[in-house]
């Protein structure tokens, strides 16, 4: 457990000097730019770059990119002026629900259209759950994001186009909003996570039905249910949680899409914001910051690994 | 073979099975593929796609950038067969032009990424004492958050380098460069596992007997028992990557204005989806159809190649 803590923070660090590294070496400084003005004189050049420390040797300038990174200090934002990490605190909350209640549907689906898909191999619902599944993954999110507005938003009139940052949940009415402007950006991901955790949940399924231990359930008298739920299920999951660990990244960046899409206020529109700004402290800072949060679930998919599967220790 | 152990199940079939001549390995996963119907689908409709993209430009001699305002945001008639955007250009033309440029990505993103990571994977595979420090390097990549790396690197070095090759090469390079440095881990991961378990065979010893050298030996002996596995990711890849230059150039990241990528189109369209949807629905019809076959085509070929396929 510790090792596996231990593994991250150096991760982290190598992360924080490859971002560092690229703004560095990128040809489109924005100081650089900044610096190389003709109508800015020698000294107002100098002073601007003792003010952002750009005169120091590069390894004392990554020194303290490191230490403030660590300290989660990214300094101030180009365009606001305020800083970098209050914009994220801001946005990270809007982020973490969307992909967090996606994920919560995606396995409340996905478990049971997967057990069904795998008990009934070959039969018509298998095709139609396969079908399904195979749709869901090939449909990338923007796609199904568009399709979404032009059903639900201009065909049927039922949900609101763009979400309203400034609502706030006071009583039933605009808790009814809350859920309705919430709709579409969880479906669109819930439907890419659904699709991919049925196809996981089917493939382990399959693999464990003809093992030894479930004839064995079988034989004593287990009822089918108690074999498929008590005994085939449990031992499928475990690889699926490792299946959606190595699925993260690709989550985080439905995130950006949907958020996008939809104008959720979350960290992947300040992203794109940030970046189609030149707003280099803000992009800079949620590289970062979308690194920690994969290596942080690969990090939780490991421990629940662990906690799943007794055979596995780390020591 | 089963035959040998069950020889009482020997019927007609089987022993006529037994008798065929021989059959290569290519002409062996060509008559398993043959018989995958999606599969056989996906082939039949990325063929379409990609005659129409090649041969499309001399029938639909339309220019794309043609403006006419009389003909804006008009759905499907005869002289628009896919409609027009708010610019009145024809979506047919545009829509073919960018199904060039889409697919190319998706074929050299992931040639790129395919010989990256057989490169690392096999030195990794190989080679006992590379193998450390390249997996924590795969693995390092692989804990990044592709898509807003994708975006951030694109940003960065776009203007240095559209500026050097001019701007469409320019774009072309970038893209297919990142989503290639992004992507080949999987590639590097896997040619590893199947070197690990190779290079302790039979075969390898005896070329290693004769005297091949590592170089002979990783090439002409090991590489080409690891090409089918590859090529069934290779094949998944670049529907991957044809989705990733999509997304890109969807959230107006991707090929400047003047190229419309099939996902740039739909970023044009994206805020007039309620006066033109055929504006977004024909870039989107031609992704998925694209991806959807290609992704068929590869399970097609995961299956024909698989040498524990029962028949």
């Known amino acids: 457990m510790v090792r596996r803590l231990l593994i991250a923070i150096p991760t982290l660090v190598v992360i924080a000097l490859a971002i560092y590294l690229m703004l560095a070496t990128a040809p489109s400084n924005p100081l650089g730019a900044l610096a190389n003005d003709d109508r800015i004189s020698a000294e107002t050049r100098i002073r601007i770059m003792q003010t952002y420390g750009l005169d120091k040797p590069p390894v004392e300038r990554f020194y303290s990119w490191l230490t403030a990174v660590m300290r989660l200090d990214f300094g101030d934002s180009f365009m606001s002026h305020s800083p970098v990490m209050g914009l994220i605190l801001l946005a990270l909350p809007n982020t973490l629900a969307v992909v967090g209640v996606a994920y919560i549907v995606g396995i409340v689906l996905a478990i049971p259209i997967g057990i069904l898909s795998a008990t009934k191999r070959y039969s018509v619902y298998d095709m139609f759950a396969t079908a399904f599944a195979y749709t869901g993954f090939t449909l990338p999110t923007f796609l199904t994001g568009t399709l979404f507005l032009m059903i639900f938003t201009f065909g049927l009139h039922w949900l609101p186009y763009a979400y309203d940052s400034n609502l706030q949940v006071r009583d039933l009415a605009s808790l009814g909003q809350q859920i309705k402007q919430s709709v579409m950006p969880i479906m669109v991901l819930g439907l890419f996570d659904t699709a991919i955790l049925t196809r996981y949940v089917r493939a382990e399924m399959l693999e464990h039905l003809p093992l030894d231990y479930v004839r064995t359930a079988r034989s004593k008298g287990l009822r089918e249910q108690g074999v498929i739920l008590g005994h085939v299920l449990r031992n499928s999951l475990i690889p699926v949680v490792t299946l959606i660990a190595l699925g993260i990244p690709t989550v985080f960046g439905g995130a950006i899409i949907t958020e996008t899409i939809f104008r959720v206020p979350g960290i992947g529109q300040l992203l794109i914001n940030s970046i189609s700004t030149g707003d280099i402290p803000v992009a800079a800072a949620l590289l970062f910051i979308f690194s920690v949060l994969v290596v942080a679930f690969n990090l939780v998919a490991d421990l629940l690994y662990a906690v799943l599967d007794p055979r596995i220790k780390y020591a | ?311």
Do not use: C
Request: glycine share 8%; aromatic share 10%; no cysteine.
């Open chain 2, 1 to 311: 073979m089963a035959t040998t152990e069950a020889p009482l199940a020997v019927t007609a079939a089987a022993a006529a099975a037994f008798n065929r001549p021989a059959r290569s390995l290519w002409a062996d996963t060509w008559f398993h593929f043959r018989r995958h119907r999606l599969a056989m689908a996906g082939v039949i409709i990325l063929t379409l796609i990609v005659l129409g993209v090649i041969v499309g430009p001399l029938l639909w001699t339309v220019p794309i950038d043609v403006y006419d305002f009389a003909e804006r945001m008009k759905g499907p008639s005869l002289a628009h067969p896919f409609g027009t955007d708010d610019n009145g250009r024809d979506l047919l033309a545009r829509i073919i032009f960018g199904g060039k440029i889409s697919l190319a990505v998706g074929v050299a993103a992931v040639a790129l990424a395919i010989s990256l990571g057989t490169f690392v994977g096999s030195l990794a595979g190989y080679f006992g004492r590379l193998d450390n420090p390249l997996m924590r390097v795969t693995d390092l990549f692989l804990s990044l958050p592709v898509l807003p790396f994708l975006l951030v690197i694109t940003f960065l070095f776009r203007q240095g380098i559209e500026s050097t090759l001019g701007l469409e090469l320019g774009a072309f390079v970038v893209i297919v460069t990142v989503i290639a440095g992004l992507t080949w881990m999987p590639v590097a991961r896997l040619v590893r596992a199947s070197f690990l378990s190779l290079k302790q065979k039979e075969f390898v010893e005896a070329a290693r007997a004769v005297g091949d050298p590592d170089m002979r030996i990783i090439v002409r002996h090991i590489l080409p028992n690891v090409l089918s596995p590859v090529l069934v990711a290779a094949t998944i890849g670049v529907g991957g990557a044809i989705i990733t230059e999509s997304t890109l150039s969807f959230l107006g990241l991707g090929f400047p204005p003047d190229f419309p990528t099939w996902g740039r189109v739909l970023f044009e369209a994206k805020d007039d989806l309620d006066l033109a949807p055929h504006w977004a629905l024909f870039p989107g019809l031609a992704i998925f159809l694209t991806v959807l076959s290609i992704n068929f085509i590869g399970d097609g070929l995961r299956d024909a190649l698989d040498p524990r396929r029962v028949s």
